[in-house]
């Protein structure tokens, strides 16, 4: 995946999130379009997978077709929200082993700090896509690809819904080896780290918490 930013201008990919966008759309609706969403932003992310060929039989003849040359793959959702993108690109990968990684902000330091850990073995053998919805500062994302880094990771893809300039600025800084998928690339993070237009906080919109 070469390019460090791509945005997925699909027709229904900017539709359905300009219905999750506005404030007045409900939690399932929400909860819907986000599982709809992240089926064809899946669909960009493992564009590049390789392909290898297998022999078989159709009713009329032999062919080699063309099957997934069968590199493991790694689902992390970066918790809590992560998990709203992850329930789609499960159900279009549902061979791939999944990991979760759990981190709050220290409100003295204002650094990340993990409370949560789990990824599945090999990870220096997987393709790794991370999934979290919103990226903003781009902060925690920077340090969960820390931790899946420390744990061996080499080929890692970033999945978001929305980015904001600054957040793709620091995590191609910090990991330019990991391409960013996204659906839109907003305007700017206002002065409480919120995306601008945005759609709000995307964990209390999905689970309708406040
Ligand atoms: N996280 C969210 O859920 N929303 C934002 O706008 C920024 C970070």
Redo the contacts with the bound molecule.
Sequence with gaps: MPDHLTVVKHPLVQHKLSIMREKETSTAVFRQLLKEISLLLAYEVTRDLSMTTKTIETPLTTMEAPILAGRKLALISILR?GNGLLDGMLELIPSARVGFVGLYRDEETLKPVQYYFKVPELMGERTVIAVD??L??GNSSAAAIDLLKEAGATDIRFLCL?A?PEGVARMKEAHPDVPIVTAALDEK?NEK????P????????MFGTK
């Design positions: 929200a919805p919103m903003a500062t929305l904001a993070l780290g919120y995306i601008v945005g759609l709000g906080d995307a964990g209390d919109r």
